[in-house]
Every structure is written in C-alpha cells, then in structure tokens.
C-alpha cells in the first residue's frame, strides 16, 4: 500500500488537476444529489470514496479530506493522526519515528505539496477531526457545504 501512496504523493500535481476535474463533473451530479437525497446516497458514494482513495491514498476515510492540501498524503496515516505538520520525531532519513520502516506521511505532505501549483495550500491550518464523520463522504460534505454555501452567503459580485 506505501508503495502506491508514493506514487500518489510523486504525482501529486497531476492528482490535484485530476480532482479538480472530478470535482466539477460531481458538482453536474448536483440536482440528482438533491433529488434522491444525500443520506440515501451516503452508503454507496462512501463505498465507492473508500474504493478509490482506499487504493490511492491509503484514505482512512476521517469524513473530512485534505489530500489537495499536504500534496496527496493523507495525514490520517501519521501513527498520531498529526493534522498540521511532524511531530518532530522524524527521524534522519525522513522515516516515523513510531514506525521507523515506514517514511514520515509529512516529509512525503511537503515533497508532494511542492509538485503542486499551489504549493502554499500545505501551510492552511487544518482543524481537529471532527470524529463523527468518520466512515462519511468528504465528497458529499463538499457537495453539501458549497450547495448550502451558494443558497445562503449573498453574492457579493467580488
């Protein structure tokens, strides 16, 4: 599994355009959404986020994704579950320090998040994990968020 989260994390600027794609063709699948209702599309949509994220990124699927933030490693692989950055216990190869055969998920956050365009996305704080969305779709929260974003923050035209 290390070996295809490398390769992920190696890709990352290639992934980021990839997901931006994917997010506006899920953003078409909108009305649906609304239609069918999200709790009912809860279930399989997070079958299928596992599948894919599961296999790409060794997703721990926290319900609240930061992969376009730290270059295409999921932080939720850090053996503290460390959000923000190393623990500081890295060790001289750039290993963990709990896992010591296993490279640090935030060495391989920064070498990703440098093969980005946005390579300061890496520094945006992220807040704690919201452990009730464990097992969730981060998709359909985004999908969420934006829809009730757009029907309730006014336009300003800026």
């Not at 093969?115 to 969305?133: F, G, S, T, Y």
């Amino acid at each position: 599994m290390q070996a295809v989260r490398r390769w992920s994390v190696r890709r990352a600027r290639f992934l980021d355009g990839l997901y931006d794609r994917f997010e506006w063709a899920i953003r078409l699948l909108r009305p649906i959404a609304d239609l069918v209702g999200y709790q009912r599309l809860e279930a399989p949509v997070a079958r299928i986020e596992h599948g894919i994220k599961g296999f790409m990124f060794d997703c721990q699927m926290c319900g609240h994704c930061v992969l376009g933030e730290t270059g295409m490693a999921c932080p939720m692989n850090c053996p503290k579950n460390l959000r923000n950055g190393p623990c500081g216990g890295v060790r001289s190869d750039g290993n963990c320090e709990v896992e010591p055969d296993m490279r640090c998920v935030w060495v391989e956050a920064w070498e990703g998040s440098q093969r980005m365009v946005d390579r300061e996305r890496i520094m945006i704080l992220q807040p704690p994990v919201d452990h009730r969305l464990r097992g969730t779709s981060s998709w359909l929260r985004v999908l969420k968020e934006r829809l009730w974003r757009r029907r309730h923050v006014p336009d300003t035209g800026a």
